[in-house]
């Protein structure tokens, strides 16, 4: 994967330079910042991929992070306090990409900065990506889920979309809100208790790995697992078999 290029705003200086160390060793260009007003100088000379962003920093979080979002289309990844949850949820709502608890812990910024590089991958591949997780092999081109036993699944649109969204970001929390923009509307999903439906159906067909997709209550959905993407290689047979709803 290239360099991306992460900036990290945050108020303790202890842990900035931690985190930048740490992505720094790990071949990501790092660029900090400790204010607000740092961060927005920041803007607008550089050219960011993931931002990492302290709420504390802002007197308006909100505010703060809707202006982040309209200015830019990268990931945006912000901290808050443990008992801070809902202001967390708020992040997701006004535009955020992920939200986790102060104080970020390196592996699991990783973690979460390399999932936003795979589903980038993704969506400049299109569905000619195929995404392999706990001896499942997932092919969106085809609408297949195949086993470990190499018993295959057949997917719907929605459950493939749903699915595709999910292994392009592992761990990574999903909102309903969000799993509702890739799910067709017309035919899976017209609120958010439907999107329940979807994931209890791939669930079923997960079968014994059900418990991969794992759920926080009032907040959404992540596959819990490691996942790796490679480019889809056609398969005989493959022509036009794909699988509507």
């Avoid at 400790?34 to 960011?48: C, K, P, Y």
């Avoid at 085809?142 to 086993?147: D, E, N």
Wanted: with cysteine; charged share 25%.
């Amino acid at each position: 994967m290239d360099a991306w290029q992460v900036l990290i705003l945050d108020t303790d200086a202890d842990a900035r330079r931690t985190l930048a160390s740490y992505l720094g060793s790990r071949g990501y260009r790092v660029a900090a910042a400790a204010t607000a007003a740092e961060l927005w100088r920041q803007l607008e000379r550089r050219s960011v991929d993931v931002y990492v962003v302290d709420l504390r920093a802002f007197d308006d979080p909100a505010a703060a992070l809707g202006r982040l979002r309209g200015m830019t289309r990268a990931a945006i990844i912000v901290g808050d306090g443990a008992d801070e949850c809902l202001g967390r949820i708020l992040a997701l709502e006004m535009g955020a990409d992920d939200a986790l608890t102060l104080p970020l812990l390196p592996r699991e910024l990783l973690a979460r900065i390399r999932g936003f590089q795979r589903r980038a991958l993704a969506a400049r591949n299109g569905d000619d990506v195929d995404y392999a997780f706990d001896g499942w092999l997932f092919r969106p081109a085809q609408h297949r889920l195949i086993g470990p036993g190499r018993d295959v699944q057949r997917l719907t649109r929605g459950e493939c979309a749903l699915l595709q969204l999910l292994a392009a970001a592992p761990r990574k929390l999903m909102s309903r809100a969000r799993l509702l923009q890739v799910v067709n509307p017309a035919t899976e999903a017209t609120t958010a208790r439907s999107i329940d439906v979807v994931v209890a159906r791939l669930r079923r067909k997960l079968g014994a790995a059900r418990a991969l997709i794992t759920v926080e209550r009032g907040l959404g959905y992540r596959l819990d697992c490691e996942v790796s993407c490679q480019p889809s290689v056609p398969e005989p047979g493959d022509a036009g078999n794909r699988y509507p709803a």
